[in-house]
């Protein structure tokens, strides 16, 4: 079975450029989540999807970052634009419901660096 | 509100010692469910164990071993006779009514050969 994809793998942009970041979950898996993970942190949620809605993104700076999830399968987040704080991996989780006992299966991560 | 301590940042030792990584939580919920996961240096989070707040029995799998207690509010992991390959960061993780995932902020645990 595959595990979740993510692309891509490493990014690099200079400041107030944009940048999306695409995933595509583990086939099945109706719960959707993209984390920021600063170094040297844990991951901190950014949004949760069910299936394509949005049930959580009160966590989402919405004045430059966007999040979509068209058909309830991959999902794209958007920055614009970039700023040098942004610079983080990002890493997209899925799993098969929303339970809070459901294991979450995570991506290798998109590692920005913002110049 | 919810939050996980890992106090440890960061754990050194020599291959085929114990190593014990710790865990605290809060939280107001009484059901709720902790995790461990591994982060090695290729950065992809792997899960480890999940633990329900009902079921106090520590768990052992292979040469990992998990003691959770209520009383103290702790979720601790053990690694018997480590091995060059359990270097990673180890992140302690729960989940409560919120249906968030909320992360320690990992330990780095650095096995010597």
């Known amino acids: 079975e595959a595990g979740v994809v993510q692309s891509p793998r490493y990014k690099i942009i200079e400041k107030k450029q944009p940048v999306a970041f695409w995933c595509n979950p583990i086939?099945?898996?109706?719960?959707l989540y993209w984390y920021l993970q600063n170094l040297g942190q844990g991951p901190e949620l950014l949004i949760r999807?069910?299936?394509?809605?949005?049930?959580?993104d009160s966590q989402l700076p919405k004045d430059r970052f966007s999040a979509e999830r068209l058909k309830g399968v991959d999902s794209t987040l958007k920055i614009q634009p970039a700023e040098l704080g942004d610079s983080a991996v990002y890493l997209c989780?899925?799993?098969?419901?929303?339970?809070?006992?459901?294991?979450?299966?995570f991506g290798p991560g998109t590692r920005l660096t913002v110049l | 509100a919810q939050k996980v301590t890992q106090a440890q940042t960061e754990i050194s030792v020599v291959e085929k010692e114990d190593v014990t990584l710790d865990c605290v939580y809060e939280?107001?919920?009484?059901?709720?469910?902790l995790f461990w996961y591994k982060q090695p240096p290729s950065g992809e989070l792997v899960f480890l164990i999940r633990?329900?707040?009902?079921?106090?029995q520590n768990e052992i799998s292979g040469r990992y071993s998990w003691n959770f207690q209520k009383s103290t509010s702790s979720f601790n992991f053990t690694i018997t006779a480590s091995q060059v390959v359990d270097s990673a960061v180890y992140f302690c993780?729960?989940?409560?009514?919120?249906?968030?995932?909320?992360f320690g902020s990992g330990t780095r645990l650095l096995v010597r050969p």
């Open positions: 989780a899925s799993s098969p419901g929303l339970a809070e006992y459901n294991e979450q299966f």
């Open positions: 086939s099945g898996h109706n719960t």
């Open positions: 999807y069910e299936n394509e809605e949005a049930v959580d």
């Open positions: 939280t107001r919920d009484t059901t709720y469910y």
């Open positions: 633990r329900n707040s009902f079921d106090e």
């Open positions: 993780a729960l989940v409560d009514s919120s249906y968030k995932l909320i």
